[in-house]
């Protein structure tokens, strides 16, 4: 049976990608191997991260340091520009529909966005959202978005989602935050959230009793 909607939630929080923005990471697998990487799928996956991804994740370093550190895995030939083409290939779009969606719960829910990603995942989705709806597409969706690179703290841990329910004083028992990974979740209820695990198997929409 598919997870619903409590009857009495006032605010969602969402995720970014794997839920509203479509991502495939073994896109960019497949696009770090074909650049002469060897092993990278055990370095990056949705699962599992080597310690470089989670320190840019938090803004802890800066995008030419990732870069830099990026290299060190590939032949010599490689540049910044293939680096950041193929750390972006998982990026794939934020559908019309579930633009539609947002818009419509917008209606009944107060709607946040709170996201791990980094500067160069963020600044190519902002472009990308720019470029096929229009320049305050987000500012639209979303009361307030929430980026791990500009907060120094990132999903799971708790300190990120306490921050997000104090700075709008939100009740977490009426507060419902959808992820697509499991640990993510835990670490929402962990501070009384309720919570929504999808699954690219369910339609989003589906959650919410919307055909």
């Not at 870069?67 to 540049?79: D, F, N, Q, S």
């Not at 639209?140 to 500009?150: A, D, G, V």
């Not at 309720?194 to 989003?204: D, K, M, Y």
């Amino acid at each position: 049976m598919n997870q619903k909607v409590p009857k009495n939630v006032e605010t969602i929080i969402f995720d970014l990608g794997g839920v509203l923005f479509d991502i495939d990471y073994s896109l960019t697998q497949k696009a770090f191997i074909d650049l002469g990487a060897t092993g990278f799928h055990k370095q990056y996956s949705q699962q599992v991260q080597n310690g470089i991804f989670d320190q840019f994740e938090k803004g802890n370093i800066t995008p030419n340091h990732f870069r830099k550190e990026v290299l060190k895995w590939l032949p010599a030939t490689i540049t910044e520009e293939q680096v950041d083409n193929a750390w972006n290939a998982l990026l794939i779009g934020f559908p019309p529909e579930k633009v539609e969606l947002v818009k419509h719960l917008k209606n009944r829910y107060k709607i946040f966005l709170l996201s791990n990603t980094n500067d160069i995942h963020l600044s190519a989705v902002l472009d990308m959202m720019e470029a096929q709806y229009n320049n305050g597409i987000m500012n639209e969706l979303f009361e307030k978005t929430y980026y791990s690179c500009q907060m120094g703290m990132r999903k799971p841990d708790e300190e990120i989602f306490t921050h997000v329910v104090k700075e709008h004083n939100l009740n977490p028992s009426s507060t419902l935050f959808v992820d697509d990974l499991a640990k993510n979740i835990e670490g929402a209820a962990k501070v009384g959230l309720q919570t929504l695990h999808c699954t690219p198997a369910v339609s989003l929409a589906t959650y919410f009793s919307i055909s």
